[in-house]
Structures are given as structure tokens and as C-alpha cells.
């Protein structure tokens, strides 16, 4: 809608600020079908855009932006998105890294066994272990966001069971999915994650607020001051002050808040959702950084990631969905993003292959 | 696209809105602002205002609004409303008559009898909002029904005089604290307790939790439905203590009156400051807003404008009142 407005009028200059973040592939695919003809009628066009695979395919020429400075104007023919990459950042970006297989006995923590809801989810069995980060791949509507939204109590399975340290758990709502301790960072912070007219240190608390509470069921401000400030340092939140009101701070601090607040409260078993989707690329690697650490520390990981890059740099092992059902699991030496998408569009064949 | 957009902004704004305690207290202030104003109009329009005993009767008459508006602050900062505070207060107050001047029971016991009522009303209506979802404007609407109805049946239609209990008058009417009515104490304790709750309490955190965003509150962890149920039930406490005060200083349970009382409470909130989307507000900006109405309605009275003016009024005050907080918005917000 937007984008038809603006081609009405007819422009000489046709600004573009991330216009594919609400499109669909098939629709990105008409949008630059439009700015090829745009672009021979003459018009000129700035496009601005973190999707780097966008840039490299419909960019003549690509300047990069840092804390408000232009840093250099390349011509993309002549670049290699690496080095776009790396002039975004300021630093160097380590090359196709995989992870490094976590070591010794690694102990299953959460085991999901034939979950099938009402909508979508037909069967889906795995295991989330110590240590390790779980990517889950897939197309749209493959059902992963359902698999975590079931895992985090915010909808009920129809059948199936959910264990815990090998003893069957019932998981009613996100209270019980908190006492737990499984956290959920949803795909959508805005809706699911954040309060955002409230302050930082607000968030950063609220899952944890029950420990700050002395008996008369008062908050000891204090120690939830000094909880709150730990998380921010330690997870290099952006933000003047805890007093800060969310709204306020970039996408990619506000998502740091929702993953401090799980920590907050100690989570053994988190659960991300598109961790970074609509953040920057240095606080990216941040988040890429935090998961590994989380899991060096024990902590048993599922990453729901439509990227496929991300998802082989970042996971151990990788669970391939299509339309309710696992269709694939794979480990990391052994997928790449051909055999990803092969699993991942699997529709009809429901062997589910393990 | 647009996401991104907003985002950006905001960040270009960062510097300058990390404001401070002003700006966050500001609709507060403002209300107070109001307030002296007020009542530095009324004080020289005339010289019988700013006498010791005008100023107790002001307090007096606000007592009972402000208790009932302390509860309806909870629920209106978790983005709900409570229409069933005013009748709620007439059956919490035929309640108290009928424990105590029907069925004889100890002073105390029949106090706390009606308090308990009005509580469990708050539970009704709790549960009907937490767990059946049936939306507050509906589930209270429907309370304040029930209450009228039930107050009426229960007392006959006819007044109860609590001329045969000793000592309840002296709930409202005596003074603990020489010089100042027990009514106006109550609203004063009643007051710091509500403060308290809402500031420091994880209850209080939760109630703007639940307003600020309810979804993501739920899917924190925080049992929702459980916190929502306390919370009505604490608006319900507050409807039976205002029940039992009013009782008090009419010496009689008045199964007519309340009506209307709710929407007074509410206007108290609003004109605090009070966000009826929910996520802000604050027990001093309501009893500031409660003293503003009280405050209006006794000037006017003084300087002898007909009772009719008054409510034209106290309605034009609260245009003004929201959409002052509007235009603070925006400002923030550009």
C-alpha cells in the first residue's frame, strides 16, 4: 500500500526505508521487478536496507552508515558483501564459522514427544540438550513459532508430552513454563516481549520480580535497581538510564532487555524467536556472542531462525519443519543450506526422518 | 517499514527525553497546580473558604469518593474499569445494617462483615473479568446492576438507622485525631496504605504491568488472571470500607443512594492523571483529583451558584484535565 502510494506520485527521488521488512519473498520479488522500471525511467532511488542479499542484488552502489557518519560509498559490482559488512561494524566479521561441537556427555534437558495441537503442529517430537543450541528451521508457517509458543505455556497441546530431566512435565500456562524456568523471546517483542511505556529497569525485572520481594510483599527497589543494572552492563543495553522508557531504545536494545529479563530470572531452557530479526548487524553478532555464551553455560537453547546462515553459524544441531511436522534433524557438520531447504520443503512427505 | 521508521526517531530523540522526575510526575504536578489555583480563586471570592471547619467539610465530602477512587485506581491503571463501585457501596452499606442492626452482631464483626462483602463483590467481578474474559466494562456494568437491585430487595426499599448500635456513627463522625473527622483519617490512611501498594508492592507493579502490556505480561510468566482476580477484589475492598464510612456519617443505609457515585470516582482518577488505556497513574494524582472535584463543588456552593452549575463544571474540568495529558503526549511524542 505504502509502496504503490509513493510510486503515484510519480517521483524523481523515491526514498525507500527497509520496504521489504513486511513483505513476503514473492513480493519482494514484484517490488524489485518495479524498481528495475523505475530505475529506467530515470527515477533515482535510495534504498535503505539491512537485508544484505537485497543490497548485492539490487543496489548499483552501496553507502555505508555508521553512528550517523558515512563511512564509504562502494560500487557493488566491485564489492564483496563482506566488506560491506565489515565497514558496518568497524571491525572484522569471522567468515563462515560453525560451531564448535559442545563437549563430553550432554545431558537432555527438555524432550518433546508427538506434540500436536489443534491447527498446525502434527507429531513434532526432539530433544533440547545441556549446552547446546538447537536451531529450528523452516518456511513460513512451517509451525515453529507453535512448537515455542506450546514449550512456553502461551498454547495448549492437544496431545503429546513435554519432559523435563527425563520427568513428564504438564505445562498450562507461561506461569508454569516461568516456575520451570523455560523462558520465551517471542518473534514479535513489541506484543509478546515488552512493556513498552514502561522503563528498563522495569523490564529487565519483571520476570524475576517475585525474588526481590521481601515479606510483606514489597519490592526492595534496591536490589532490583542493582539486578536490573548488572543485566544491562552485562548484556551492553544502550539506554541513558534504567528509568528509560523502552520505547525509546533501538530494536536491537530493546530485544538485549527481553533476553536480560529470562536471564534475569535464570532460565534453564531458553527459547529465541528470530533473535535477530530487525537488528543492526553489530548488535547481531552481540546476540550471536550471548547464545554461545549462554550455552557454554549449560543453558539447553532453541533458536527458531528463518536465515539460514545464522542458523548453521549458530546451531549445534538442526531441527527442519515443514507445515507441523519435523522433517529433519540434523547435525551441524552435516547440513548445509541446500539440505536445509530440502527438508524444509518436504510437504507431503511426512516420514519424519530423525 | 514503518517500524523502522519510528524506531529511528525515537533514537534521534534519546538525548533529550531521558528526562527526569518533573517531566514522569508532570500530570501530577499539574493537578496539584490546579488545585492551589482553585483554590486560591475560591479563598478570595470569598472570605467564609479557607475557614478550618469549610476545609473539613470539603474533606468530609470527599471522603467517601476518594476511598472509592483509591480502588478504581488499580483497576483503571490494568486498563479495566470498575462501574460498580457506587452501587457496590450502597449494598456494602444495607450489608452492614443487616449484620448489624438485623441479625446483632458485635460492631466489629459486623464492620468487617461489610468490608467482606464488598470484597467479595471485587471477586465476583474479578473472576468474571480474569477467567470467563468477559470484557470490565460489561462484567462491572452488570455488578452495578446486580448491586442496585440487591440493595433494594435486601433493605425493603426503605432506609436502616443504626440509632440501636452504639459507637458506628463514630466510625465517620468521631475524631481520633482531635479536630479532624474520622472519616477524613481513614481517607488519609487509606491513602498512604493505597500508595504504598501501588508504588512499592509487587501487586502494584503487576497493575501496571497488566495495563502497560498484558500479553507480554503473560507471557513473562506472571499469572494473570490470579493478579487481576486480587486486584478487583482489592477496588472491592475499597467499595465496602467507602460503604461502611458513608453508612456511618448518614447513620443509616441509604439503599437509594450510590448511583452516580462511580462515576464520580472515575473523573477523580482521570483528572489525576490516571491513563484510561491503562499503564499509568498514581494514588496522590487521584486524591489530588478528588480534592479538585471537592473543592469545586463547595466554592460554587459558597459563591452560591446553583447545585445544577456545579456538574457543568466539574464536567468542563475534566475536558480540560485530558486533554491537557493529550497535548502532554504529543509533545513527548514529536
Redesign the interface.
Known amino acids: 500500500m505504502e509502496i504503490a502510494k509513493a510510486l503515484s506520485f510519480d517521483a524523481r527521488v523515491l526514498i525507500m526505508d527497509e520496504p521489504t521488512a513486511a513483505l513476503t519473498e514473492s513480493e519482494t520479488e514484484v517490488l524489485f521487478g518495479l524498481i528495475a522500471g523505475l530505475k529506467a525511467r530515470g527515477t533515482g532511488i535510495v534504498y535503505i536496507s539491512h537485508r544484505m542479499e537485497e543490497l548485492g542484488r539490487i543496489a548499483d552502489r552501496i553507502t555505508v552508515l555508521r553512528d550517523g557518519r558515512c563511512i564509504a560509498t562502494l560500487e557493488t559490482a566491485e564489492t564483496e558483501l563482506r566488506e560491506v559488512i565489515s565497514l558496518m561494524v568497524g571491525r572484522r566479521i569471522e567468515g563462515e564459522a560453525r560451531p564448535r561441537p559442545p563437549s563430553g556427555d550432554r545431558r537432555v534437558v527438555l524432550r518433546a514427544e508427538g506434540i500436536s495441537t489443534k491447527g498446525l503442529l502434527r507429531d513434532v517430537s526432539f530433544e533440547l540438550r545441556e549446552g547446546e543450541i538447537v536451531g529450528f528451521a523452516g518456511l513460513m508457517g512451517a509451525g515453529r513459532t507453535e512448537v515455542a509458543r506450546v514449550l512456553c505455556g502461551a498454547d495448549r497441546a492437544e496431545s503429546g508430552r513435554i519432559y523435563l530431566r527425563g520427568e513428564p512435565v504438564e505445562i498450562r500456562s507461561p506461569a508454569d513454563a516461568a516456575r520451570l524456568r523455560i523462558g520465551y523471546l517471542s518473534e514479535d517483542r513489541k506484543r509478546y516481549g515488552l512493556l513498552l511505556d514502561q522503563d528498563v529497569g522495569f523490564n529487565v525485572t519483571l520476570s524475576s520480580l517475585t525474588s526481590y520481594v521481601n515479606a510483606l510483599g514489597l519490592v526492595r527497589d534496591s536490589q532490583v535497581r542493582e539486578a536490573a543494572q548488572t543485566y544491562v552492563d552485562a548484556l551492553r543495553i544502550k539506554t541513558p538510564s534504567l528509568r528509560q522508557r523502552t520505547s525509546n531504545l533501538s530494536g536491537g536494545n530493546q530485544q538485549k532487555i527481553v533476553l536480560a529479563k529470562w536471564l534475569a530470572k535464570d532460565c534453564d531452557v531458553l527459547i529465541f524467536d528470530e533473535p535477530t530479526r530487525g537488528i543492526d548487524v553489530g548488535t547481531k553478532e552481540e546476540i550471536y556472542a550471548l547464545l554461545n555464551d549462554l550455552a557454554a553455560a549449560g543453558k539447553a537453547i532453541m533458536m527458531i531462525s528463518s536465515e539460514l546462515p545464522e542458523v548453521l553459524r549458530m546451531a549445534h544441531r538442526i531441527v527442519v519443519m515443514c507445515e507441523g511436522r519435523v522433517t529433519g534433524v540434523l547435525d551441524n557438520a552435516d547440513a548445509d543450506q541446500e539440505t536445509i531447504m530440502e527438508y524444509a520443503t518436504r510437504a507431503g512427505d511426512h516420514g519424519g526422518i530423525r | 517499514?514503518?517500524?523502522?521508521?519510528a524506531?529511528?526517531a525515537?533514537?534521534r530523540?534519546?538525548?533529550r527525553?531521558?528526562g527526569g522526575l518533573l517531566r514522569?510526575q508532570l500530570q501530577q504536578v499539574l493537578a496539584f497546580a490546579s488545585l492551589i489555583v482553585v483554590m486560591a480563586f475560591f479563598s478570595l471570592a470569598s472570605p467564609n473558604f479557607l475557614t478550618w471547619s469549610n476545609i473539613t467539610g470539603i474533606l468530609l465530602s470527599t471522603a467517601v469518593i476518594g476511598i472509592l477512587a483509591l480502588g478504581t485506581t488499580f483497576v483503571i491503571i490494568t486498563g479495566g474499569i470498575d462501574l460498580s463501585v457506587g452501587t457496590g457501596m450502597t449494598l456494602a452499606s444495607v450489608m452492614t445494617a443487616t449484620f448489624l442492626v438485623t441479625w446483632g452482631w458485635p460492631l466489629t464483626l459486623g464492620v468487617a462483615g461489610g468490608i467482606a462483602f464488598g470484597a467479595l463483590m471485587g471477586f465476583v467481578n474479578g473472576f468474571n473479568v480474569a477467567v470467563l474474559r468477559i470484557p470490565p466494562f460489561i462484567a462491572t456494568l452488570a455488578m452495578m446492576l446486580i448491586a442496585q437491585g440487591l440493595a433494594l430487595v435486601i433493605s425493603g426499599t426503605a432506609p436502616i438507622y443504626f440509632n440501636d448500635v452504639p459507637g458506628f456513627t463514630a466510625i465517620s463522625g468521631g475524631s481520633l485525631v482531635p479536630g479532624v473527622p474520622n472519616a477524613v483519617l481513614i481517607l488519609f490512611v487509606l491513602t498512604a496504605l493505597a500508595a504504598?501498594v501501588l508504588s512499592?508492592?509487587?501487586?502494584?507493579?503487576?497493575t501496571?504491568?497488566l495495563g502497560?502490556?498484558e500479553?507480554?505480561?503473560?507471557?513473562?510468566?506472571?499469572?494473570v488472571a490470579k493478579w487481576k482476580i486480587v486486584i478487583y477484589t482489592l477496588a472491592g475492598a475499597f467499595t465496602g470500607i467507602a460503604g461502611v464510612v458513608l453508612a456511618a456519617r448518614l447513620n443509616s443505609a441509604q439503599p437509594a443512594l450510590g448511583l452516580g457515585y462511580e462515576l464520580q470516582a472515575i473523573a477523580a482518577v482521570v483528572i489525576g492523571g490516571t491513563s484510561l488505556q491503562g499503564?499509568?497513574g498514581s494514588i496522590v494524582g487521584t486524591i489530588i483529583g478528588a480534592l479538585i472535584m471537592g473543592v469545586l463543588v463547595n466554592g460554587l456552593r459558597i459563591m452560591s451558584i446553583p447545585q445544577e452549575w456545579q456538574t457543568v463544571v466539574i464536567g468542563i474540568v475534566i475536558l480540560v484535565a485530558v486533554y491537557t495529558d493529550i497535548l502532554r503526549r504529543q509533545a513527548r511524542a514529536s
Open positions: 517499514m514503518t517500524e523502522t521508521k524506531v529511528s525515537q533514537e530523540a534519546l538525548p527525553l531521558s514522569r504504598v512499592k508492592s509487587i501487586l502494584g507493579r503487576y501496571f504491568a502497560s502490556n500479553e507480554a505480561t503473560r507471557i513473562s510468566g506472571i499469572d499503564g499509568k
